[in-house]
Nanobody, 125 residues
Framework: QVQLVESGGGLVQTGDSLRLSCAAS????????AGWFRQAPGKEREFVASITRSGDITEYLDSVKDRFTISRDDTKDAVYLQMNSLKPEDTAVYYC??????????????????WGQGTQVTVSS
């Protein structure tokens, strides 16, 4: 079992950057692949980015592909989401997630086994 705690959210202006962090505890985070999801008001939660256990393969939502970067540091049991050139449509609660199984669709939230509580990101125009 792993516990996940997100941090780094906040209120920023269009074009600003934020770096979200997800701290894992309980078991070595290197055992898990990870992902970031987000949920905007009135909308369903959507996939944002994922990273494999080894960190060598990443995948992104098309609308963030050239602006966001997911990374991990297993020495710190953490995964990060660097978000640049933020837009108002990026406003959402961002969730970190971890999954045990591999070679399964990474964009499907039900494929993730553990979730954090979320951190709010608000981008003003």
């Amino acid at each position: 079992q792993v516990q996940l705690v997100e941090s780094g959210g906040g209120l920023v202006q269009t074009g600003d950057s934020l770096r979200l962090s997800c701290a894992a505890s309980g078991t070595p985070f290197s055992n898990y692949a990870a992902g970031w999801f987000r949920q905007a008001p009135g909308k369903e939660r959507e996939f944002v980015a994922s990273i494999t256990r080894s960190g060598d393969i990443t995948e992104y939502l098309d609308s963030v592909k050239d602006r966001f970067t997911i990374s991990r540091d297993d020495t710190k049991d953490a995964v990060y989401l660097q978000m640049n050139s933020l837009k108002p449509e990026d406003t959402a609660v961002y969730y970190c997630a971890a999954r045990i199984r591999f070679k399964i669709p990474v964009r499907v939230e039900t494929n993730y086994d553990f979730w954090g509580q979320g951190t709010q990101v608000t981008v003003s125009s």
